[in-house]
């Protein structure tokens, strides 16, 4: 099973978005899966379920950190690594879906009983989320 198969199925069986993201690629920089799990628990759902930035999204940003963070703070070679390729992801992400906030990818507010329902009602997190886990994915097997 490729890493991005690997993302997608994490998200089916029921680990948030940017849980998916860490767990699947986190192990090629020493991460173990349930370590990436637990750091990355309080991202899904746009930060803490409050639909902010989406957290396939933020999955990718942790797994970009790993592979080109700085190891210290005066690495400024690895700094300007590190955001050159977020921006890039950034703009990618954009390309394939219009938006990296998961209040516009869904068109509703799930930090909103009323929008939580209208998601759930909707499928949306199941039918929509897992295109965004799957285009994080592909993207970041792109970069690394």
């Known amino acids: 099973m490729s890493n991005v198969e690997l993302a997608v199925s994490c998200?089916?069986?029921g680990s948030n978005c940017a849980q998916a993201l860490l767990s699947s690629y986190g192990v090629k920089f020493g991460f173990d899966r349930e370590t990436a799990l637990k750091i990355a628990a309080p991202f899904g759902g746009g930060l803490g379920s409050f639909g902010e930035t989406c957290?396939?999204?933020?999955?990718?940003?942790?797994v970009i950190g790993?592979?080109?963070?700085?190891g210290n703070a005066k690495d400024k070679a690895a700094k300007e690594k590190v955001r050159n390729s977020a921006a890039y992801f950034t703009s990618k992400f954009k390309f394939r879906n219009g938006a990296i906030k998961c209040k516009t990818l869904l068109g509703c507010d799930i930090s909103t009983p009323e929008g939580m329902k209208f998601a759930r009602d909707q499928n949306l997190i199941d039918t929509l989320c897992p295109k965004?886990?799957?285009?994080?994915?592909?993207?970041?097997?792109?970069?690394?």
């Open 66 to 70: 790993l592979k080109h963070g700085p």
């Open 55 to 62: 957290g396939a999204v933020t999955g990718a940003f942790m």
């Open 11 to 13: 998200f089916k069986e």
């Open 132 to 144: 965004f886990v799957k285009d994080a994915a592909e993207i970041i097997e792109e970069m690394i």
